[in-house]
């Protein structure tokens, strides 16, 4: 072998030691405890807390929240009442763990006293805060180390609970890990428009930064069930929960949003009363601002087309002109009923701008929007808003009629 032969050899395996080289930082799966979800409720200590602490295994703390990890997968034959979890089934594919106090970094760090594996979030899916403890803190408070915490993905979802973030993140079905369900929950969102854009945790940061009100999906639970439903209000002023929209509310916003993917809209044929529905395809709304000197105002443009997908009508009216013309007049009908309502309830009830209003300022008018957007909030609730919605039927499925 020449010379050069050989050089060039050895610079080739040193190139591939080089590249074939692991992760020097890693870990072996079987020594530590990954967290799925974690959940964040108003103090409330589980039965093994008070028990350790009537044992003195206490530090000075005060009761503020309590924290919820979930660990998957859980330790065989770990017994699963001790994190506070409500259920013992051995089929559980999880478990839950409670800690409290008024330091996240700190309650974190006292899970590394009970548990021989240490906490990583590098695959955290969800975080769960209560309604409760939201009404009670600021959103900047409560998730200020999550947020410099280098260990946790800002890519995970963020969601509000409308009872506690603990019975958002359990389940009785066997197998199922409720971090992992709520996820999969937005991913339906192209089959309705009751499911707002997933807010992340580095959304959320940006929202906050920007003063601005905001919504987080909501979370109803009953009978170890999860469901979303509506959307949690924030002041953007206070970051802290003021209420909420309903599901009828946010299929009115999502139609001045356009953020109509899916969903149904229904009303009631006008002379015999039968359910008909539509199912949008399209949608497409426009938010115009008007600015007369220190008057503004706004108008609202939507246009949608879609399927007329149910018609309880018997015997079958056919589909003719007069007929698909009166049911369009229906739908819009039934669609400015939910503007208006989503409308009053952000203007009149929670003196919130939550869609956007304020964007379309800052965007067409920026010498407007500087003078109003201290107090933008109170501003937008006296602002006259007017809309249209023109709604078309574009096909009937595989009915032939």
Known sequence: MNRYLRFTSLWTASILLFLTTGCWSSNEIED????????????????FERDINKQGASYPKKKVLTATVQIVPPITGKNEKQGGSSSSSPSKAYLNEQLT??????????????R??????????VIVVSSELAKRYSLEQVFDFILRDNDIRPSCLVVVSHRSALEALSSTEPGEIPAFYLMGLVDNRYRSNKIIPPVTLIKLDSAMQSG???????????????????????????????????????????WITADVMGGA?????????HTVTFEPKKSHSTIIPKVQGDDISFHIKVNAE????????????????????????????????????????MQHVYHVDVGGFGNEIRIKHPKVWKKVQENWDETFSHIPITYEVN?????????TD
Do not use: C
């Not at 530590?32 to 039965?47: F, I, K, Q, T």
């Not at 309650?107 to 006293?113: D, E, S, V």
């Open 306 to 345: 879609g399927r007329l997908i149910e018609d309880w009508s018997f015997p079958e009216i056919p589909s003719s002109g007069g007929y698909i013309s009166e049911m369009e007049q229906q739908f819009e009908e039934e669609a400015r009923k939910q503007i208006k309502q989503v409308l009053n309830k």
């Open 265 to 273: 809209l229904k009303t009631y044929a006008p002379k015999t009363g």
């Open 101 to 114: 106090g008024d330091s996240i970094i700190q309650i974190f760090r006292q899970f590394a006293l009970r």
């Open 212 to 254: 601005e009100s905001f919504l987080l999906q909501n979370v109803v639970t009953a009978q170890s069930e999860h469901k979303f439903s509506g959307a949690a209000i924030f002041k953007g002023k206070t970051k802290k929960w003021i209420g909420e929209l309903s599901q009828y509310d946010l299929e009115g916003l999502s």
């Open 32 to 47: 530590v405890s990954v967290y799925v979800g974690l959940g964040l409720d108003a103090a409330n200590e589980s039965r």
């Open 116 to 125: 021989d594996r240490p906490l990583i979030g590098h695959h955290l899916k």
């Open 391 to 399: 709604m078309r039927i574009t096909d009937f499925g595989s009915s």
